[in-house]
Every structure is written in structure tokens, then in C-alpha cells.
């Protein structure tokens, strides 16, 4: 531990903080890692992943980077020791086996949280997901934070990132001296909305550039059948700013939903990228994303046919008025930005 003192959850303005964040080469260190390098507040931020990486490419002057993963307590263990807040990001969304997946994203996330109390670090800040909520057939259009996280009936992630909750809300009953936040973003848009992610799957990777070429050679916008159904959208940069209020404490300890403003269609994202969409309303639509993702041996990518089977709207009023949090982007502009990236 640094020795350096934190405030409060009041909003008390903090100064030298040590920041270490696990993942912070994908999309949200993207958007965190420039607030916290001009935020005066924070002294020195170490990372870790993975793969090579130079923060001073990025300009992130103030990042020490490890190489190293989630699922090796010891090089958590000296990556963490000095943190007074501890970001965890590293994750896996698309790819890898049943098996990989598990480990890394449950097993590494416990890793990082116990690594995070054997530091002393005073906040541990996780981004869990409005998939956390499941895509049961009573979730309310507009779901708050007391509306409860259930798992999925199917998508691998949705399923992790519900039992990571309740297992932090368990392992935090036994550490209360370590205020835990969580955030659940929908999907994060804007220009470095890829991240450390693959574009398509596994052998369907070899298809992403030959697809672009051909859209963007079409004179006519090509027609896509597309499911009318609602989607929230965030931009990066506000996802940073959201994980910034709570790495200062600017509010109590919890979980918070965050989105950008607007409720959009998926017609209207196919419209945006530049395709033709002929609509399938959204009941039938809800109805068939149902039965596929009851197929038995789905993969792990078509699998996520389940986030279209129920609407996961949330309402984002205790970010806003307990965080001190407002979105800049809409879900729309965030859309837009991804587009122009
Ligand atoms: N992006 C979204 O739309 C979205 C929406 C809601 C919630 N979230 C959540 O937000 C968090 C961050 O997402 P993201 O979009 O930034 O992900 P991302 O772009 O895929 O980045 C993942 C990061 O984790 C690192 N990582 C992966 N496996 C690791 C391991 N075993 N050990 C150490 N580092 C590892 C990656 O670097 P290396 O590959 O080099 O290790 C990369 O830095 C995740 O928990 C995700 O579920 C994301």
C-alpha cells in the first residue's frame, strides 16, 4: 500500500492516487486511461495484460505496463501492491473455449479481488454488464439497480457476468474494508470500440475485410433483414468518465447502470451503417433469438442470439444523481462515432 490517504465515498477530492487496472489495452482502458492521465488526482497507473504493449505509443505517460494474466495470482500479487484502487477490466467477451473463458473471466476475476485485499487497495472498481440481468421474460423495460442480476438461460457471458456479481457480493461481505463498484454498461460504442476484441469469430475471421470491400463497393444500400427490437448504446469516453467518479469515490459504493441517452432500434443501426432494413417485428423476432438459443452444441459466438430474445433497457438515475455521472454522447451520436472511427 502506498500510505497515501483516500477520502470518503462523500465525493472528498483525493490526490496521488496509485491506479492499477487489469485489461487496459481494449475498449474501456481507451476510453479511461486519458481522464486519468490529465486528472491531477491520480499519480501513477500500472497495467497489466497479456500481450507486448507501450503505453507512450498512446501517450499514457503515467502507466507503468506488466505483462501479465488474471489467472497467475503471484503476477497479480506484484502488479497490485502498491494500488490504493484497483480496476478490473481484463476479460474475455468473444472467443476462447468454455473452459478458457471460465477461468479467465470467474477464476480471474476472484484472483484480482483477493490480490486487490491482500494489497490493501481501497476501492475495487469491476465493469460487469447489463447482461448481468439475464434476458428473463418479466425484466421490465427500464430496469433500476434493485431490479435483481439473474443469470442467462444460455450466453456464456451473460451467465458469467450475473454469477460474478454474486460471487463479489460474497466475497465483499467478508472484506467490507474494500468498497466495491460496479458498473453495467450496454454495448460500448465509439472509435476504439473493438478493443483488444476480434472482429468475427474464430474461421469466420477470414471474411471481415472482404465484406467491408464489398459494402463499400455496392452502389445500393444492401437489404438486411433486422430484428425491431430496442438497444442502448454508450460511447467509450463516457464509460471512462463513469469509471473515473468511481475510482475518486465520487458516490457510495454499489452498482450503477449507465447508457448513454436514447433508446434505439436495431433497424435503426442497420439504417446507420449504411444497409437497406427490411424490419422483422419484434415479437416473432424475440420469439425465434428464444428457440435458437435452446439449439443444443451452439458456440460460444451464437450464443449471443440470446441478448435479441428480451429487451435490456436500464434506467441510469443513481449514476446520474449518486455519482455525479451524465452521459455526453447519446447512444445515437455514440453509433455515429463508431461509424466515422
Ligand atoms: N465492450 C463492451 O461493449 C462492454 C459492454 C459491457 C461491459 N463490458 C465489460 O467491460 C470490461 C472491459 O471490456 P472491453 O470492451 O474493454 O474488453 P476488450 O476490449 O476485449 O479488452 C480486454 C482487455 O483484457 C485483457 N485481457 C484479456 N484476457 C486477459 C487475461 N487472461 N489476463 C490479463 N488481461 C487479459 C486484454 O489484453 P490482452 O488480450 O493483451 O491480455 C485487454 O486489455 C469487460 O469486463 C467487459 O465484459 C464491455
Redesign the pocket.
Known sequence: MSGRRLGSTTGMSESGLTVAV??????????LMPLLQRDDRIAKIV???????DPSSRGWTKMEYR??????PAALSDALNAADVVV???????GGSAQSTR???VD??LNVFEASVASGAKRFV??????AYGFHRDNPVGMTETWPTRPANRLF?ARE?AEIEELLHDASSRHPELEVYL???????GP??????ALLPGPLGPLGRPLQTRLRRSPLPLPVVVPDIPIQF?H?DD?GDALLQCIVGAGPSGAYNIAGDGVLSAVDVVRELGFWPLPLPGRPARALARRLAQLPYLPSFAQWVEAISQPAIMDTTRARTQLGWTPRYTGLEALQATIRG
Open positions: 487489469t485489461g487496459p489495452t481494449g475498449t474501456f482502458g481507451a476510453g497495467g497489466i495484460a497479456r500481450r507486448p504493449f505483462r501479465g494474466d488474471v489467472r497467475d478490473h477490466l481484463a476479460f474475455l467477451i468473444v477461468s479467465i473471466n480471474g476475476t469491476y465493469s460487469s454488464s447489463v447482461a457471458y457476468k458498473l453495467r454498461p450496454p454495448v460500448v460504442l476504439n470500440a473493438v478493443g483488444a476484441k454508450i467509450e464509460v
